[in-house]
């Protein structure tokens, strides 16, 4: 067959109306050496992508590990920096209200970040935010076009590496400069591996904590003390919620990161499929063409 075959592509080569080589070229072969090679080329970025998702979601179970690890004595200073304030009733002056809310500026984390801007926005619909401490650019990117106006001062760089109690600290003293009346603090309460919590933690102001005579229970204080107190309470608490922050957001992009690598083994297993189904079909068609060319002469 194949020495027929081929003196019938001679005889036909000597023709003047077919010496174009696209005519021995069947439009559905072309079109399948197309989609073969479309198929291969997502195939390998696919791959790729499944490489760079893989090394993230390990490179986030480390800092995870840090994280978890640097949490735990910030939860026991700031838990006992909150424990005067809530031992104790503070009057809640309907005054300047100073919100303050802790991101970071990395995303590829599921939901961290639209869950803190999502729980302002829902503040802001019952009482207008008139400040706005933020930390981190993803939420400030989220509630500049709306809130923008309130933004006390804003914190970048916020996420490439650990936070410090220094930081936590600046941010007290610009907080406190404000003269509020009473702070909520928004942060994402880690919970676990697989889920956190977003929280706001109330903070009174100095003028609240002067007022209450629980204060001066035991010796006389004057407000120069009191508002040293202040300040490092407030920048205890601020650590804490950081460190709360973060654990919860290496958690959430290890997990993100996990389930993108499935996602993207499972696609590479149909794409793998699909290009053997489409090389296989177009080897037998080729076959047949060959063999039905053959049998055209007999």
């Given amino acids: 067959y194949y020495n027929e075959y081929k003196s019938y592509l001679r005889y036909t080569m000597a ?13 559905t072969a072309v079109r399948s050496m197309a ?5 291969e080329t997502r195939l ?3 791959k790729n992508i499944k490489k760079i998702t893989s090394s993230m979601k390990m490179v986030s179970a480390a800092k995870f590990t840090r994280a978890e690890k640097a949490l735990k004595p910030a939860r026991v200073y700031g838990d006992g920096a909150t424990s005067l304030y809530e031992r104790n009733e503070f009057e809640s002056e309907a005054g300047k209200q100073l919100n303050i809310a802790v991101s970071s500026d990395r995303g590829l984390c599921g939901g961290v970040h639209s869950a803190i801007a999502k729980h302002i926005r829902a503040a802001n619909n019952e009482k207008a935010v008139e400040s706005l401490i933020v930390i981190g650019d993803k939420v400030k990117m989220m509630l500049s076009k709306q809130l ?19 930081d936590a600290l600046d941010i007290a003293e610009e907080a406190l400069s404000t003269d509020y009346d009473a702070a909520n603090i928004i942060y994402n309460n880690f919970v676990n591996v697989v889920s956190y919590k977003t929280t706001s933690k109330p ?8 007022s209450n005579d629980s204060v001066y229970l035991y010796d006389e204080v004057d407000s120069e003390v009191l ?17 709360e922050q973060e654990a919860s957001e290496q958690s959430a992009r290890m997990n993100a990161m996990e389930n993108a690598t499935r996602n993207a083994g499972e696609m590479i297993d149909k794409l793998t499929l699909q290009y053997n189904r489409t090389r296989q079909a177009v080897i037998t068609r080729e076959l047949i063409e060959i063999i039905s060319g053959a049998n055209a002469l007999d």
Avoid at 203 to 210: C, I, S
């Fill in 148 to 166: 923008g106006g309130a933004f006390v001062v804003t914190y970048s760089n916020v996420g490439k590496k650990a936070a410090s109690f220094t």
């Fill in 227 to 243: 508002r040293c107190y202040q300040e490092f309470t407030l920048a205890n608490i601020i650590h804490h919620s950081i460190k």
């Fill in 35 to 39: 989609t073969l090679k479309d198929i």
């Fill in 44 to 46: 390998k970025s696919v």
């Fill in 203 to 210: 903070v009174p102001g100095l003028n609240a904590v002067e």
């Fill in 15 to 27: 023709l003047p109306m077919l010496r174009s080589s696209a005519s021995f070229i069947p439009a």
